[in-house]
T-cell receptor, first 113, second 114 residues
Framework: GAGVSQSPSNKVTEKGKDVELRCDPISGHTALYWYRQSLGQGLEFLIYFQGNSAPDKSGLPSDRFSAERTGGSVSTLTIQRTQQEDSAVYLC???????????FGEGSRLTVL | SQKIEQNSEALNIQEGKTATLTCNYTNYSPAYLQWYRQDPGRGPVFLLLIRENEKEKRKERLKVTFDTTLKQSLFHITASQPADSATYLCAGGGGYSSASKIIFGSGTRLSIRP
């Protein structure tokens, strides 16, 4: 596809369950970012991947959060033992080599009951 | 910790006037600042980037400035229109030569009334 694709667009889960959120970046983009946006708030940095370098995980809020990027393309953000405060929109963005502009997906809205 | 702050949560102005949004950064020196537009329920869309060695950048009705002494960027929309109503996000990034961590402010919700 032409843009960044995220799935699912909406996810409702029960407290304590694990969830996986997927991001398919723009083909050829080497950098991939995950952000979290709570209702009415700005974007909270979670993690970013750049090519084959070690990811910058400095924004992950707890060890329940992890992310991987397979083959330098698709990324999965996993939240284990979800809590109600994890409810938010999770946004993924990618950027081409040498670029600074971020291209965002439409986000995955997570609701933890 | 590194911070990007957008002090105005909301700004309401009359159509045709110039909207000016402020972004301040603390505890770091970003190599560049970016501005994004976000509409409700959508992902942010890139508007402009300005590097630390640039004072001003323009694109159509948009103008952005970068003042490293004040640690501040100003974002202007001239001849504002109701269609400009959205949330505007400021973001700071670190490196010139490769991708880097990019952190965002909390955004300013701009409303242009006819």
């Amino acid at each position: 596809g032409a843009g960044v694709s995220q799935s699912p667009s909406n996810k409702v889960t029960e407290k304590g369950k694990d969830v996986e959120l997927r991001c398919d970046p723009i083909s050829g983009h080497t950098a991939l970012y995950w952000y979290r946006q709570s209702l009415g708030q700005g974007l909270e940095f979670l993690i970013y991947f750049q090519g084959n370098s070690a990811p910058d995980k400095s924004g992950l809020p707890s060890d329940r959060f992890s992310a991987e990027r397979t083959g330098g393309s698709v990324s999965t953000l996993t939240i284990q033992r979800t809590q109600q405060e994890d409810s938010a929109v999770y946004l993924c963005a990618s950027s081409p080599r040498g670029g600074r502009e971020l291209f965002f997906g439409e986000g995955s809205r997570l609701t933890v009951l | 910790s590194q911070k990007i702050e957008q002090n105005s949560e909301a700004l309401n102005i009359q159509e045709g006037k110039t909207a000016t949004l402020t972004c301040n950064y603390t505890n770091y020196s970003p190599a560049y600042l970016q501005w994004y537009r976000q509409d409700p329920g959508r992902g942010p869309v890139f508007l402009l980037l300005i590097r630390e060695n640039e004072k001003e950048k323009r694109k159509e009705r948009l103008k952005v400035t970068f003042d490293t002494t004040l640690k501040q960027s100003l974002f202007h929309i001239t001849a504002s229109q109701p269609a400009d109503s959205a949330t505007y996000l400021c973001a700071g990034g670190g490196g010139y030569s490769s991708a880097s961590k990019i952190i965002f402010g909390s955004g300013t919700r701009l409303s242009i009334r006819p």
